[in-house]
């Protein structure tokens, strides 16, 4: 194995690590609401945009359309989510949520995510911990727009912005 296979390998090894552990904090946080993770990740997209198509929600979410309309079918026989006609052209759906929904996504939100609290302290250490979160937040961003679309890191600054705010 030469020294750029070696690099790749220990990259992906690193990646799925850290995403590991990222993963396992969001399901066990959905699984204490009585959701799941991708019905967690629909409530805050939902919460985000306020109310928007499924189609939407796919392109955000990274999923298939099919995969969604499958979510939102659970979501809403959970009575998290509603759906509404465009008024001048009924093919096209909305989709918000409910009073619970939102109660749901507020109660998800207070939960504890070790990889944040990693990040945190780290950047806590100094002005070279805080560049290179800044440094490694240019390079995903930069990799995401390849992979998946510079509208995909487009909506994730606009989450910032409206942080910010």
């Known amino acids: 194995?030469?020294?750029?296979?070696?690099?790749?390998?220990?990259?992906?090894?690193?990646?799925?690590?850290?995403?590991?552990?990222?993963?396992?904090?969001?399901?066990?946080?959905?699984?204490?609401?009585?959701i799941t993770l991708a019905e967690q990740h629909i409530l805050w997209i939902l919460h985000i945009e306020g109310r928007c198509t499924m189609s939407r929600?796919?392109?955000v979410g990274l999923w298939d359309l099919s995969t969604v309309m499958q979510i939102m079918k659970r979501l809403k026989s959970k009575e998290l989510v509603k759906t509404e006609k465009k008024a001048n052209d009924l093919r096209v759906s909305y989709v918000t949520l409910?009073?619970?929904?939102?109660?749901?996504?507020?109660?998800?939100?207070?939960?504890?995510?070790?990889?944040?609290?990693?990040?945190?302290?780290?950047?806590?250490?100094?002005?070279s911990e805080q560049k290179f979160l800044a440094d490694l937040m240019t390079f995903l961003k930069e990799a995401n727009s390849v992979f998946h679309g510079s509208h995909f890191v487009k909506w994730l600054e606009?989450?910032?912005?409206?942080r910010i705010k």
Request: charged letters at 30%; glycine letters at 6%; aromatic letters at 12%.
């Open 158 to 162: 606009q989450q910032e912005t409206s």
């Open 98 to 127: 409910t009073n619970q929904g939102e109660k749901l996504r507020e109660e998800s939100a207070g939960k504890t995510h070790r990889f944040n609290d990693f990040i945190q302290e780290y950047a806590n250490k100094g002005e």
């Open 57 to 59: 929600v796919a392109e």
């Open 1 to 34: 194995m030469n020294e750029a296979q070696q690099n790749f390998h220990t990259y992906l090894n690193l990646f799925r690590g850290a995403y590991k552990v990222i993963e396992e904090d969001w399901q066990k946080s959905a699984q204490e609401i009585g």
